[in-house]
């Protein structure tokens, strides 16, 4: 699969509120399904010229997609990913995952933005890095897996 099909199902879940739409788009982009991910170049064509990423966690903030192709070109080893939960209505969708950096599992949640023609503009990633449980919750609680 390529950008404009991906840029297709943004579209898609935009105009109907289709979380499987957009899920499967997702799933494209990060290499989830049959394809692989998409390169650094043709993911950055999914993206608004004006395109902002902010991360509160870090205070840190990419402006632009050609500083965010940067970054990712330059990032050293990628994550595994796994997608939890994708759902939203209109231009905005939130994204649940898992990002696995060799054994240093962190939780993330993507809010993207996104246009009318599907481009993403804004995305506002939080991450947690996980943590054991106290143990007076373990009456009430059971493992996500």
Avoid at 24 to 53: C, N, T
Avoid at 92 to 115: A, C, F, H, K, P
Wanted: no cysteine.
């Amino acid at each position: 699969m390529d950008d404009i099909e991906v840029t297709t199902l943004f579209r898609k879940a935009i105009a109907d509120n289709d979380d499987v739409a957009m899920r499967r788009g997702i799933e494209q982009m990060l290499g989830l399904s049959d394809g692989g991910a998409l390169s650094a170049e043709k993911e950055y064509l999914l993206r608004h010229p004006e395109y902002v990423m902010e991360l509160p966690q870090s205070n840190e903030r990419i402006r632009g997609r050609d500083a965010m192709r940067a970054m990712q070109e330059s990032f050293p080893t990628p994550p595994e990913v796994q997608l939890r939960r994708v759902h939203g209505s209109g231009r905005t969708w939130v994204v649940e995952g898992v990002n696995d950096y060799d054994g240093d599992v962190w939780n993330v949640v993507l809010i993207l933005e996104l246009n009318d023609d599907g481009l993403i503009v804004r995305d506002t990633r939080y991450y947690g890095q996980r943590s054991d449980p106290p143990q007076w919750r373990s009456p009430w609680v059971e493992p996500i897996e």
